[in-house]
């Protein structure tokens, strides 16, 4: 018998569409249309990252101040 469960799914927001990780509960990605949703949801599923456990500092958002960047060289 194969395993069906899924590692990610789509939830529906008041405003969005989130990408969720079944395991973590970890919202992966928000888009604002269903189908984006969908389509990025079945590319995790078919192992495109990290097949249900994505590391949280992966998900974490940050900015790096304009003057710490080093110029392109």
């Not at 969720?20 to 919202?27: A, I, L, R």
Request: aromatic content about 14%.
């Amino acid at each position: 018998m194969k395993n069906t469960k899924l590692n990610y799914i789509v939830e529906a927001s008041a405003t969005s569409y989130e990408v969720v990780e079944t395991s973590t509960h970890q919202v992966i990605r928000t888009y604002n249309a269903y189908k984006e949703a969908k389509e990025f949801m079945r590319y995790l599923n078919l192992g495109g990252a990290f097949d249900g456990w994505t590391p949280t500092f992966m998900l974490k958002k940050f900015s790096i101040p304009k003057e710490k960047v080093a110029p392109a060289v």
